[in-house]
RNA sequence: GGCGGCAUAGCCAAGUGGUAAGGCGGAGGCCUGCAAAGCCUUUAUUCCCCGGUUCGAAUCCGGGUGCCGCCUCCA
């Protein structure tokens, strides 16, 4: 079976064939640095990590690239309430995000563009548009003039004619000189709010409009086609339709081949807002003592295409998942001898969850699977079949799984204190003397002080609780 | 006002025409000195509501209700 996906274009699941064989090439929409990322923002990046992650599993060789909008109305606008430098702004959060992706155990990509970077590469997209008769000018700035492109509105399936002008209240329709308010910026002249932020081009003094970055720098670093463009359902209309529009005109060629969106988050049910007090970053929740790797899971859970509800009881649940799998991950890393090898259920398992994943990234059907193959096993470990021959192929089988979904890893222990193994082994010989009383007393003592010892046929185990 | 998506158990969530995956939680049992972990049984006669199509609908169609997204720089 092979990898299908739901291609926006065509709101239909069509087979994945890269346009170069055993080769991906993906543009994902990346943050504004202008502030911490929330955990919506982090779904988003979460199912590209979940994307590219599987592809290389099914063998690809990927090359995703995620582009830092490091210029923008509202950095400028912060910047200059603050007085503190664009630049600095930036680096903060670049830094912050990074750190974010790490704790999330979300893969890097090949390449993090920054948009100030690539002020040559845009102006001379916008000069080839303007060449092509694209584009105007009014009072300094360069629109896009959208009448010129016949296909707008492909992805979208938005009919222009039936657009409400300024009807999302989120701009302020008197500060574009535009012939017409749907066409778009390609680059803003400067005024005296910009202060600093400018650049001397032979477009003039000023910056660059929003959407012509991931035009110009998806089409540097991937090829003016390329394979996979990700991003938030809230980016398709219009800063996809808008970078369409930008690649198709300049070059006459297919920009991209697949559009994949994610749904967004709620939270209890509600959009994420700071007046409803349900607005949380990551370090949000890791202040809170959540373990990351909850989140992850909770993140991944949903499919990326189904509005996915986050609560702090399906954060627990999740948390409760995971130690069943690092407890799954524990007892079979004990198992010496030789006995069952595995090979059965371990197959079954890979299949099932290959071809969930492969039906549009079913990761929901593909944790189905393993947690099967958890119980199947565990039913196997309670009879003593297995040795260490069928654990090894059963850890193997998880670690590959992991490379996947990037929840099946063993727990991080960090070592046991000495003074813990000296009470461990003090209750044990409690318990050899029939001093339940003593034997008791110190596991509750070692249970407040966070360690669960489990009493197993080959003597006492000891986990963090 | 226009366009689009979603609604499945206490919670999270698969399934999109053939009689409800999985996880968490709850209940009972096995195991255990007692626990924990694990295993077994159980927990939605039913998939937001009302109609319709069909031998058959959670799945298709129509109408409601609710939530979410977009309508010019929000994942």
């Not at 938005?158 to 308010?181: F, H, I, K, N, P």
């Not at 000495?418 to 461990?424: A, E, G």
Request: charge should be negative; include cysteine.
């Amino acid at each position: 079976m092979s990898l299908r996906l739901f291609n926006t274009l065509s709101r239909m699941k069509e087979t994945f064939v890269p346009l170069e064989a055993g080769r991906v090439r993906m543009y994902t929409c990346g943050p504004t640095i202008y502030n911490f990322a929330h955990i919506g923002n982090f779904r988003a990046y979460m199912f590209e990590d979940l994307l590219r992650r599987h592809l290389k599993y099914r063998g690809f060789q990927v090359t995703q690239v995620m582009n830092l909008t490091d210029v923008e109305d509202k950095l400028i606008r912060t910047c200059r309430q603050t007085g503190e430098a664009l630049k600095s702004v930036t680096d903060r959060y670049a830094k912050a995000f990074f750190e974010d992706l790490d704790t999330l155990g979300i893969e890097r990509a090949e390449v993090y563009p920054a948009a100030t970077d690539h002020i040559p590469e845009m102006v001379e997209l916008i000069k080839k548009l303007r060449g092509h008769g694209h584009t105007y000018e009014a009072n300094g700035s360069i629109y896009f003039r959208l009448s010129s492109y016949a296909k707008y509105g492909q992805l979208s399936h938005m009919d222009m004619s039936q657009l409400q002008t300024g009807a999302s209240g989120r701009v302020d329709t008197d500060e574009y000189d535009a012939e017409d308010a749907r066409d778009f910026a390609l680059w803003k002249a400067w005024d005296e709010e910009d202060g600093d932020v400018y650049w001397e081009t032979e477009l003039g003094k000023g910056r660059p409009g929003w959407h012509i970055e991931c035009s110009a720098m998806s089409m540097k670093y991937l090829g003016e086609s390329f394979d996979i463009h990700c991003g938030g359902v809230d980016n398709m209309f219009p800063h996809h339709e808008n970078e369409i529009a930008q690649a198709e005109c300049a070059t006459g060629k297919t920009f991209v081949k697949y559009w994949l969106h994610n749904a967004h988050l709620v939270v209890d049910g509600k959009k994420m807002s700071k007046s409803l007090g349900n607005f949380y970053t990551l370090r949000d929740l890791l202040a809170k003592k959540i373990d990351p790797l909850a989140i992850r899971y909770l993140l991944i859970g949903t499919h990326y295409r189904q509005p996915s509800n986050f609560t702090f009881e399906a954060l627990d649940a999740a948390s409760q998942a995971l130690r069943r799998i690092r407890d799954f991950r524990i007892r079979l890393a004990e198992l010496r001898g030789t006995g069952e090898d595995l090979a059965g259920v371990c197959a079954a398992c890979e299949t099932a969850f290959a071809e969930a994943m492969d039906d549009d990234l079913n990761v929901s059907g593909a944790l189905a699977a393993v947690f099967d193959f958890i119980r199947d096993v565990n039913k196997l470990l309670d009879e003593a079949n297995v040795g260490a021959d069928g654990a090894a192929n059963a850890l193997a089988l998880l670690d590959r799984l992991n490379a996947v979904t990037g929840v099946l890893a063993p727990a991080t222990e960090a070592a046991v204190p000495q003074d813990v193994l000296d009470r461990v082994m003090e209750r044990q010989q409690a318990r050899r003397n029939k001093d339940f009383a003593r034997s008791d007393a110190l596991r509750d003592q070692l249970l407040a002080e966070g360690w669960v010892i489990e009493d197993t046929a080959s003597g006492p185990r000891v986990k963090r609780a």
